[in-house]
């Protein structure tokens, strides 16, 4: 459920966020891991407990690994016969590559707006997990917007136009000001946004590809964007702030392109 995805993250970064002289805690960048530990040992006895092991069958005498290899085969002639599933594989790889961007630069971004503007001193920081769980909740809020409103209104894919055209002009704000408000309310609309492509994007995949391979469906696609992800990371060391960004816009425009030309399938909303 992507409305429970963003509370279990945004409570540690805020307990983070506390300051740590009152608790007694030395090194406080540690915080929200120590925070997150109880909750990841809660997630293991819950899936032991609840999620049942689905095993692939073993048919005609093959083996799974045989299997998998034929299961890999068809959804590779699948992507290549299907124009729309290359375009969703092109979506995924590009705007998940931006996310990962987005990830390792809003830091460094908002520090050095916060500097400049007098927000923050080279010994002081600004409230980074406050930040962070303010994203999370935005991106909370995105998921319930969907599932509420747009989901049962829009075709996934005009939905994923609208992140994709959104998420340029948030990307561009960094790069046409040095305003720190800005700069972190263009990131609070990026969060939500990135709650309505997780649903969007999962239900405009499960409507293109078949049940029997959409797991192998969905290893193809991790291909590109594993790709693009290493690419972007080693742009970020060794490229300006304002280049990277620059990078990550035009991948957002090629994502608003590929959405628009998508057919409109018959069965794209959320709940039907």
């Not at 995805?5 to 090194?27: C, D, I, Q, R």
């Not at 707006?113 to 991106?139: D, N, T, Y």
């Not at 959409?214 to 970020?236: D, E, H, M, T």
Request: proline share 6%.
């Amino acid at each position: 459920n992507p409305n429970l995805n963003s509370p279990p993250p945004a409570t540690p970064g805020g307990v983070g966020a506390m300051k740590t002289s009152s608790l007694g805690v030395e090194n406080g960048f540690t915080l929200p891991f120590d925070t997150a530990i109880p909750a990841l040992l809660l997630c293991s006895v819950g899936a032991r407990v609840l999620w049942r092991e689905h095993r692939g069958g073993v048919y005609g005498g093959d083996t799974r690994g045989s299997l998998a290899v034929g299961s890999i085969r068809q959804a590779y002639d699948t992507i290549l016969a299907a124009t729309g599933l290359r375009s969703v594989m092109a979506m995924i790889a590009l705007y998940e590559s931006a996310l990962y961007v987005f990830v390792f630069l809003w830091t460094p971004v908002l520090e050095a707006r916060a500097e400049v503007q007098g927000r923050a001193s080279p010994s002081s920081e600004i409230p980074h997990g406050l930040i962070f769980s303010l994203f999370m909740c935005c991106k909370m809020a995105g998921s319930q917007v969907f599932v509420l409103v747009l989901g049962e209104r829009l075709h996934a894919a005009r939905i994923l136009s609208g992140v994709f055209g959104l998420s340029v002009m948030c990307f561009a704000v960094p790069m046409v000001t040095s305003s720190y408000v800005a700069t972190l309310v263009a990131f609070c609309v990026y969060e939500f946004g990135l709650g309505l492509y997780w649903p969007a994007i999962a239900i405009l995949r499960a409507n293109m590809v078949p049940d029997d391979i959409r797991s192998s469906v969905a290893s193809l696609f991790r291909v590109p964007l594993n790709i693009l992800v290493i690419a972007c990371l080693l742009l970020i060391g060794r490229a300006p702030e304002s280049a990277v960004l620059l990078v990550s816009c035009l991948q957002l425009v090629i994502c608003l392109w590929s959405s628009m030309t998508l057919p409109s399938p018959s069965n794209t909303k959320a709940f039907s």
